[in-house]
């Protein structure tokens, strides 16, 4: 069965220092996505990145980058030079082709930035 | 554009009441899902429509949960009778609904619902 977990509860911060979201996932897939959602103070979710099985490259989009790695079955965030308006949940979610579009979602991280 | 549009943004009522739930999915989607947010259990998936029609309803947790599509711009969720543990935030999305696992879901800004 799928199963997505982000084993770091609450993260804080100072601001300007770097970060990393853990996210590790189970799946009997061969194809399958994963997908970062950001969660601001404001409520609601806000797709950041998408990523499939074939493609293990990293992404990199500003401050945030993106480690996928099959081997580990891990799909981390960074976000480097973090600042306050970066505080919010991050969920990592996966999506199987077998599973059609559900997805299934980590329990989420807060991410605090202190100034 | 418009993204997903859902109403009320707050409800509280009293159990034993009926609560209905609604969304409005972005123009062009063809996939609509309603989740469930608690801090115990998290996200959770509900249901989800693909063009109009129910695909999986296996996240409703019994039969006071229904939900209904009857058009491409309009879904809700409906609870009867509602009861305290139904308290959360219910959340809708959509999607451009292609087959396959890939689409990303854009979601409304929830629905606070609270039961006495």
């Known amino acids: 069965a799928q199963k997505v977990t982000q084993a770091q509860t609450e993260i804080s911060v100072v601001e300007k220092e770097d970060v990393t979201l853990d996210c590790v996932y189970e799946t009997r897939d061969t194809t399958y996505y994963l997908f970062w959602y950001k969660q601001p103070p404001s409520g609601e979710l806000v797709f950041l990145i998408r990523?499939?099985?074939?493609?293990?490259q990293n992404e990199i989009s500003g401050r945030y980058s993106w480690n996928f790695q099959k081997s580990t079955s891990s799909f981390n965030f960074t976000i480097t030079a973090s600042q306050v308006v970066d505080s919010a949940v991050y969920f990592c979610a996966l999506s199987e082709i077998q599973g059609a579009q559900k997805l299934v979602f980590g329990q989420g991280t807060r991410l605090t930035i202190n100034p | 554009d418009a993204g997903v549009i859902q109403s009320p943004r707050h409800e509280v009522t009293e159990m034993g009441q009926e609560v209905t739930l609604r969304c409005k999915p972005i123009s062009g989607h063809n996939s609509l899902f309603w989740y469930r947010q608690t801090m115990m259990r998290g996200l959770e998936l509900l249901i989800y429509f693909n063009n109009n029609v129910p695909i999986d309803d296996s996240g409703m947790p019994e039969d006071r949960f229904s939900a209904k599509m009857p058009n491409a711009s309009f879904s809700t969720l409906k609870i009867q009778p509602s009861e305290p543990r139904d308290s959360a935030v219910y959340f809708c999305a959509s999607s451009l609904g292609r087959p396959g696992p890939w689409d990303e879901q854009f979601f409304g800004p929830g629905t606070r619902l609270t039961v006495l």
């Open positions: 990523r499939n099985s074939f493609d293990e």
